[in-house]
């Protein structure tokens, strides 16, 4: 058996090749112990028994191959809130908070009800839920697994203000109305390198892949929404960095006004909004 300090080593070594090879271990090993961070550090020659060895050592070596850690651990961190993730959904990302700050400062903080399309773990509906108690946010995805996802998450952070239903975009939503919509839809084209690369590599396709140069479910959305948009309600897309232009072209042709582009922490396009006339 290994302690704490020599499993840590080992792990560092197996993962030479990541950029994050000491936090992955740590976090790994934590993970297995079902402590905090810090423990590794106050106790550095705790030995590890059998059985958490073997699970930690399977661990390091999925992640050597390249899986996620949100999906070996089964969580991930969205807007301070811990959420369960799974293979049947998009891995949340710190890019996609740029989107719920965005929602908080254009919509007031009065009583609304709030879409989120193409839900997944549930992350945007449940942050801007947790941060709005007089909002109504519901939650749609096309893959039930996802929808089941997301109830549990909001079952988990107590947030009773968040629905989650099974929903091709809008396809189960008939004339219901919202004063806000947003979506981080799949906008990745199907040639992009970058699906070799990294965690997508292991996120499903079908959330992070469209048709027409990854614009297809977007133009969908800004054609449809208008019909489930309260006037003077806003949508919001997340987006490619590259995509901003063509965005603003799509929701504009809809008829959406006050169209603007907004940029994420890195200063890239990222998310473009429009408003109900």
């Keep these: 058996m290994m302690n704490v300090q020599q499993s840590l080593r080992w792990a560092q070594a197996q993962l030479e090749a990541s950029d994050s090879a000491r936090l992955d271990a740590e976090?790994?090993?934590a993970f297995?112990?079902?402590k905090a961070r810090v423990y590794l550090y106050t106790w550095p020659e705790a030995e590890l028994d059998n059985a958490a060895q073997t699970q930690f050592e399977r661990l390091v070596i999925a992640r050597a191959a390249g899986e996620p850690i949100a999906y070996l651990?089964?969580?991930?961190?969205?807007w301070s809130l811990p959420l369960m993730t799974n293979r049947h959904t998009l891995i949340p990302r710190a890019d996609t908070e740029c989107l719920v700050e965005l929602a908080l400062t254009l919509a007031p903080n009065t009583p609304a009800q709030v879409l989120d399309l193409g839900t997944g773990t549930g992350a945007i509906a449940l942050a801007l839920a947790s941060e709005r108690p007089n909002w109504l946010l519901t939650g749609v995805d096309r893959v039930l697994e996802a929808v089941a996802l997301a109830g549990r998450n909001a079952k988990a952070l107590a947030i009773n203000n968040a629905t989650f239903l099974q929903s091709d975009w809008f396809a189960a939503l008939t004339d219901k109305r919202y004063n806000l919509i947003v979506s981080n839809p799949p906008y990745i084209d199907a040639d992009d390198q970058h699906l070799a690369q990294g965690d997508v590599r292991f996120e499903p396709?079908?959330?992070?892949v469209a048709p027409a140069a990854g614009l297809a479910d977007i133009q969908r959305i800004?054609?449809?929404a208008g019909a489930h948009l309260e006037s003077g309600g806003y949508l919001l897309l997340e987006h490619g960095w590259q995509?901003?232009?063509a965005v603003?072209?799509?929701l504009?042709?809809?008829g959406f006004i006050a169209v603007a582009t907004h940029q994420d922490l890195a200063g890239r396009d990222r998310v473009t909004v429009g408003q109900q006339p």
Excluded: I, K, M, N
Excluded at 73 to 78: A, H, M, V, Y
Excluded at 205 to 208: D, I, K, M, V
């Design 27 to 29: 976090v790994l090993l």
């Design 32 to 34: 297995v112990l079902q």
């Design 73 to 78: 651990t089964g969580s991930q961190e969205f």
């Design 205 to 208: 396709r079908s959330a992070l």
């Design 222 to 224: 800004a054609v449809d």
């Design 243 to 245: 995509q901003g232009s």
């Design 248 to 250: 603003r072209e799509r």
């Design 252 to 254: 504009s042709a809809a």
